[in-house]
């Protein structure tokens, strides 16, 4: 990439994100006030208090060896995390500066029931408690920071546990008995005498009130252990006994803890209602009133099934004590309140599990739309007969414009009230993106300056295997842009259809939409209605086809459609045609890849934008080596155990339309990894090779040959060459780990394309295909080097230099999206992950630009210099003869 | 004798590592004319061995009723699609489908190329019926019984190539050796080394000496 | 002879055996768990005074994450037997990745890592102690105006040093010694019949008249 260092930050940003918190502890000890959260993406990370800026982050394993099960804090101490599922790690932590100050290693022998262990810290010693139920519970206790264990694990007989048991450190409390018989007990587990505390259920419920027997915990750090029963009654345990509170639960979602507040001991509830929003009370236990500083309402706050994670009590100089409360969403986003319900700061932390992402064009400014429907010829012909009124037309606008850029100059001086409206850059390159996270919320993001500007969650979208389609650009003015979000609905497995505007984050046209049927498949009709609108098309299980809007049902021609089934690498292709009342799939060629066992690792096909400039490469010979485009193939990646060779991998490419087998090969002893990308001729993939235990990518290119298949200009049908391409193949070592692949693309496929590779590491590389081309000799003379080609290296290199994020890692790249701008050399980068990065590339360097730190002061100086010069010179020559002719 | 016949055979055997050779049986079905059933016979294609690659190729000739219906379809630009039962000596049968416009089949007088995609392992996964762009219209006439000419091309997945380590420290350890052993000797003579710059010179110093003597000579008459 | 082949025989296809057949793994995943350690060392001049919330040890890219305490030791617990690279990831520093292999038997061994010939045993010390080897350098220098490329560069030569001959040689030609040694030098270049060549076609083509004209021409011109 060989950015220069004083470009840092100009057109690159990075944001860093955590994931759904799991836990999460207050810090107030130490100088910087902070909160110290554990997430369910395995990160442990330090929360600046007042602003929500991560401090120090610690990235665990994303297998299931790196789950964190406890995060420990308690004020002065050092913070603990028991991390794993068996084995476990124990690790101790500096709060202030992150680092770690121990760690050691607990396994245990019964593996089956391991993940029923439950943890706390108390008084310096880690508790294990590995329930039986039905039978006994297992208590180990281990020295906290050196993991010796003291004694053996004690064993207490308790017959009266079941599954609906829960922990309230130090006791275990359960319901047991049979219906209308409910006994609560409970018992404190690391107590040395067994004391089982046990009060019939029905002592803390009016008469005729119906007992269900469901325990729920208090959410937060409590400081008494206490619990709510059937979403009612909240109780606590203190002194050995049951103690039940005057107050119940406000609502059955609510979610309650328990804090000792300056003012005496505190219940903070939480709730939030689709009409009221989100509703918080709090409750003074002592002296049995509601703190009404706490108390509100409000539904301009909109947390889908909100859920406490903390409440703060801070001792202001203020004789009132201010509180903070810690929420968490249902769409991952976490808000710090204060009390009186204003967000003190919130975080969005479903960007941390982005699975989808598309950069959307801005619609053009009004006079640039003026201007640009003065071109448009159909329109022009209609409206104007005449040269003379196409002639004043053309005046009004240059007049229109002179009159914005008088107002602009003007207007500089005047401080700007009105944002600036979303509108394209004369480069085009300020777009928005459209994310979908895993959690089902979208957002529209600015692509320059990285902030959101919409964002819309629905809890009904299940992002398995969604596809968003750009069903109009912003171009075609009054129409708006329209984007189209495909997924499953969350409890049924139907389609969901979610329509909007991308550039404000509106719904349009079919809005939500919920079909009744699963589907297989779904594609974007290529022509237009008369609206400037692609029609979806949308093949679901029993083979029927839907379009949607349905008036668009007789466009339907000359469109194919594949599925393949992941499990088995079958493939089937279909031909949909109009056939006067409804379009029909017919079934066209099935396939069998990958033979028995096999498996659809991934499959690759080429982005629908995509355009290819040149119809061949030039030899040396000045004859042209032909390449083989074909817009239908596709790249299918497949794996399967095989007796002899261990594991075997198939690579395929297909034409998906006719369903032909292109070129394929076969890779021994080998995995695959789910990356492969195609473009144009060119197809890579990669793999990890068991046998000498590296990364490997196969590249293919395929050509036509020396001349021409089929004459120059005619259109390319998947039913008429029956020819295989030649396949230039070749195999090289990557010195990394992958996890993201992707091409570079631009508008018109003139500029090179590179491949941008996400590391296991964080950094991202961008590499010429030139290293990884097929074609590279084995010696370089004559001919080849004529070409340009790099002389053959089985490794490739992976300089400093070419890394897009310089010293910025990426935690957990995830996928690499890249999209093309207005200039023809440049494309834009976002690569996402645990964090996102955002970036420009011009893999040919920026030949359409005048390049950053172009000379004008010198060319100035000494074009200046020059002309001074010259007069100069011809006054003292004039001068010079007048004294020579006078002599 | 018997010895070394063994040994050659089982020696090939692993050298050409073909996992599996067998024998290969396509049962050729298509949907053109048939009674009741959606798929009716059209013919067979047998393999006696995978590697040898040489098949036997039998096919019912289309009559009036097939062109005729082959016909109707190329009017609507409908598709013939024609499906494939492929045994092997290991056991199953897998199902394959295929279809090529019907336009292509009657323009290129009912000729076809079938080919079959095997991997190493012996298993099939592709089969697949492709007619030539030919421009060539023929009228069929619609009495006669035309026969089918079919190509059939098995075609084998390959190995694809290894990133070849051995030549390139081969290259390496050469070239360490010949630098070891002297320095690249630029043993052409001076003036091919340094023609580039004597001949401006030589040219300024003609020009100035042209020059100058005539301008020397000039004043000094 | 047939003996001689069946002795033969028999060694060939254990040959040919080893060409199509499956390497005995050794990497297959033992019961027992063992663990990486080692010592991360911080640049020299690194002034960073918390590198170590910033360096993470990755072994086999992500499947095993371990951290650095106070003093740079780091321990990886809990790792199976088998072949690990381990590298250490920091965003400034490079550090060379090392191949740790823990055999069934619980030995631990460190070798480089050498993607192109996996075989090669450079072996490095165990517990590890890995020593950053260079600063990235990501970003390319800008180019700098430097004098030297303004002179030397091939137009400006073209241009200056034919101006600079052109102008001070003839101030030189002006000193009465330099004259006098020219005029010898153009005397002795006269003899050379240098200038004459046109004068000589001219003659042979047109006869004896026109060098008497152009002679002429040429006393009155110097008159």
Redesign the interface.
């Known amino acids: 990439m060989c950015i220069y260092e004083d470009q840092i930050g100009k057109f690159d940003w990075r944001q860093t994100y955590v994931g759904r918190i799991k836990f999460a502890q207050f810090d107030t000890v130490s100088t910087a006030k902070k909160i110290i959260v554990a997430t369910e993406e395995n990160v442990l990370a330090a929360l600046n208090l007042k602003t929500g800026q991560v401090m120090w982050r610690h990235v665990f394993e994303s297998a299931s060896s790196g789950d964190i099960q406890l995060l420990h804090f308690s004020d002065g101490d050092k913070v603990t995390t028991v991390t794993g599922s068996n084995p476990y790690l124990v690790r101790g932590w500096d709060p202030t500066t992150g680092v770690l100050l121990w760690e050691w290693p607990i396994s245990i022998i019964d593996t089956e029931r391991a993940h029923l262990s439950e943890w706390w810290v108390q008084n310096g010693m880690l508790v294990h408690l590995l329930p039986a139920f039905g039978s006994h519970l297992e208590v180990t206790m281990y020295n906290l920071m050196t993991g010796s264990n003291r004694g053996a694990t004690s064993k207490l007989p308790t017959v009266w546990t079941n599954d609906g048991c829960i922990l309230t450190p130090p006791y275990y409390t359960c319901i047991s008995g049979n219906m209308g018989n409910y006994m609560l007990l409970s018992l404190d587990v690391t107590s040395n005498a067994v004391q089982i505390i046990s009060k019939p259920l029905s002592n803390y419920f009016s008469e005729g009130e119906v007992i269900e027997g469901n325990l729920r915990p208090l959410d937060g750090k409590t400081s008494q252990p206490g619990f709510i029963i059937d979403d009612k009654a909240i109780l606590l345990i203190k002194n050995n006994e049951f103690e039940p509170l005057n107050v119940r639960l406000a609502d059955q979602s609510a979610s309650a803890t328990f804090i000792d507040a300056i003012s005496g001991p505190m219940l903070v509830q939480a709730w939030s209602d689709e009409n009221k929003g989100l509703s918080i009370t709090a409750y003074n236990i002592a002296t049995n009133t509601e703190i009404t500083d706490m108390q509100m309402s409000g539904p301009k706050i909109n947390i889908p099934e909100a859920e406490l994670l903390g409440v703060l009590c801070i001792n202001t100089a203020r004789e009132q004590p201010a509180y903070r409360i810690l929420l968490n969403g249902a769409d991952d986003a976490v808000h710090l309140l204060q009390q009186g319900g204003r967000v003190v700061w919130s975080r969005e932390e479903s960007l941390a599990n982005i699975v989808a992402a598309e950069f959307v064009d801005l619609p053009v400014s009004e006079t640039d739309a003026a201007l640009e429907s003065e071109f448009d010829q159909k329109e022009a012909i209609k409206v104007y007969s005449s040269v003379w009124a196409a002639f004043v037309r053309r005046l009004h606008t240059q007049y229109q414009q002179l009159h914005t850029l008088i107002q602009n100059l003007q207007g500089e001086g005047a401080v700007l009230d009105t944002p600036s409206p979303l509108v394209r850059d004369y480069f085009n390159l300020h777009k928005i993106i459209v994310l979908i996270t895993d959690v089902g919320k979208i957002y529209g993001m600015d692509n320059l300056s990285g902030e959101i500007l919409w964002q819309r969650y629905d809890g009904n979208l299940n992002t398995e295997s969604v596809v968003m389609f750009t069903r109009r650009s912003a171009r075609h003015p009054p129409h708006d842009a329209y984007v189209t979000i495909i997924g499953k609905h969350e409890e049924t497995g139907n389609g969901y259809v979610i329509s909007l505007n991308p550039i404000r984050g509106t719904l349009v046209g079919e809005r939500v939409l919920r079909l009744d049927v699963r589907l297989l498949q779904v594609a974007l009709l290529h022509t237009v209605d008369a609206e400037k609108l692609h029609a979806l098309i949308l093949l679901d299980e029993d083979e029927t086809v839907q379009v949607l809007p349905v008036s668009a049902a007789p466009l339907v021609r000359d469109l194919y459609m594949y599925v393949a089934d992941r499990e088995t690498g079958r493939m089937q292709g279909y031909a949909l045609k109009y056939d006067g009342r409804q379009v029909i799939a017919q079934r066209t060629w099935s396939l069998n890849l990958g033979g028995a066992g096999a498996r659809i690792v991934t499959i690759a096909g080429k982005s629908r934008t995509e355009r290819v400039h040149s119809a061949g490469k030039p030899l040396a010979d000045r004859s042209v080596l032909y390449k083989y485009s074909n817009p239908n193939l596709l790249l299918v990646v497949l794996e399967r155990p095989d007796p002899t060779h261990k594991d075997v991998v198939t690579a395929v490419a297909v034409d998906a339309a006719c369903g032909a087998v292109v070129a394929a090969s076969t890779h021994r002893r080998a995995r695959a990894l789910p990356l492969a990308v195609h473009s144009d001729n060119c197809l890579a993939y990669l793999y990890r090779s068991d046998k000498h235990r590296r990364l490997e990518i196969a590249t293919m290119e395929l050509y036509e040959g020396n001349e021409r298949w089929l004459p120059a200009g005619t259109q390319f049908s998947s039913f008429g060459c029956a020819r295989a391409p030649s396949v230039e193949r070749q195999a090289y070592i990557v010195p990394a780990s992958l996890t993201a692949l992707a091409f570079t693309s631009t508008e018109k496929a003139i500029t090179d394309t590179h491949l941008l590779m996400g590391l296991s590491t964080g950094m991202l590389m961008e590499l010429p295909w030139a290293y990884v081309d097929p074609r590279r000799p084995m010696t370089l003379s004559g001919e080849p080097r004529e070409e340009g080609l790099i002389p053959y290296a089985p490794e490739l290199p992976l300089p400093a230099e070419a890394s897009l994020n310089y010293n910025r890692t990426v935690q957990r790249v995830r996928a690499i999206y890249a999209a093309p701008s207005g200039l023809e050399s440049t494309s834009l980068v976002l690569a996402t992950g645990l964090d996102l990065f955002y970036t420009r590339v011009a893999p040919s360097k920026t030949f359409d630009l005048l390049k950053d730190d172009f000379d004008y002061h010198l060319i100035s100086i000494v074009l200046a210099a020059l002309i001074v010069a010259t007069y100069s010179t011809k006054y003292f020559a004039s001068r010079k003869m007048l004294k020579q002719a006078w002599k | 004798m018997h010895?070394?016949f063994?040994?050659l055979t089982?020696?090939f055997h692993?050298?050409a590592?073909l996992?599996y050779d067998g024998w290969m049986n396509i049962k050729v079905d298509h949907s053109l004319n048939c009674a009741s059933e959606k798929y009716c016979k059209r013919g067979t294609i047998t393999l006696k061995s995978i590697r040898a690659g040489t098949a036997i190729i039998d096919q019912i000739p289309f009559n009036r009723k097939h062109i005729k219906e082959l016909q109707e379809l190329a009017e609507l630009d409908g598709?013939y699609?024609i499906r494939t039962l492929v045994s092997t000596a290991e056991g199953k049968e897998?199902?394959?489908?295929?279809?090529?416009?019907a336009k292509?089949l009657l323009e290129n007088g009912l000729s076809d190329?079938i080919?079959a995609?095997v991997?190493?392992?012996g298993?099939?996964?592709?089969v697949?019926f492709?007619?030539?762009?030919s421009t060539q219209t023929n009228a069929l006439n619609l009495d006669s019984e035309y026969p089918i000419n079919s190509d059939f091309y098995l075609?084998h997945?390959?190995?694809?190539?290894?990133?070849?380590?051995a030549?390139?420290?081969q290259k390496l350890e050469r070239e360490r050796e010949a630098r070891e052993k002297g320095e690249l000797k630029d043993n052409r003579s001076f003036l091919a080394k340094y023609w580039m710059y004597i001949v401006p010179i030589a040219v300024?110093v003609m020009i100035?000496?042209a020059g100058?003597?005539e301008?020397?000579?000039q004043p000094?008459? | 002879m047939c003996r001689m082949l069946s002795s033969i025989v028999p060694l060939l296809l254990l040959a040919a055996n080893v060409l199509c057949a499956v390497n005995p793994s050794d990497d297959e995943v033992g019961v027992g768990r063992y663990i990486i350690e080692g010592r991360v060392f911080p640049p020299e001049n690194s002034d960073a005074s918390n590198w170590q919330i910033d360096t993470r040890i990755h072994v086999n890219a992500g499947e095993y994450i371990g951290f650095v305490k106070n003093d740079g030791t780091f321990t990886l617990h809990n790792v199976p037997s088998g072949s690990y690279v381990v590298e250490i990831v920091h965003p400034d520093y490079m550090y060379e990745p090392v191949r740790v292999e823990i055999n069934s038997r619980g030995r631990i061994r460190a070798r480089r890592v050498n993607y192109i010939q996996t075989s090669q045993v450079i072996q490095v010390p165990y517990p590890l102690k890995m020593k950053a080897a260079t600063r990235f350098r990501y970003f390319q220098v800008r180019e700098q105006w430097r004098i030297t490329d303004f002179l030397f560069n091939p137009m400006v030569i073209m241009m200056v040093l034919p101006l600079f001959l052109i102008m001070i040689l003839p101030k030189m030609m002006n000193d009465p010694e330099t004259k006098e040694d020219l005029k010898q030098f153009g005397d002795i270049a006269k003899m050379t019949e240098f200038p004459e060549m046109s004068e000589y076609f001219a003659s042979f083509f047109s006869g004896g008249a026109k060098p008497g004209a152009a002679k002429a021409k040429q006393n009155k011109k110097r008159q």
């Open positions: 010895l070394m063994i040994f089982i020696f692993y050298v590592c996992d598709f699609t897998i199902e394959f489908l295929s279809s090529v416009k292509g190329i080919s995609w991997l190493p392992s298993e099939v996964i592709a697949t492709q007619v030539m762009n075609r997945v390959d190995q694809a190539p290894v990133p070849d380590t030549s390139y420290i300024f100035s000496g100058n003597p301008g020397a000579a000094s008459r």
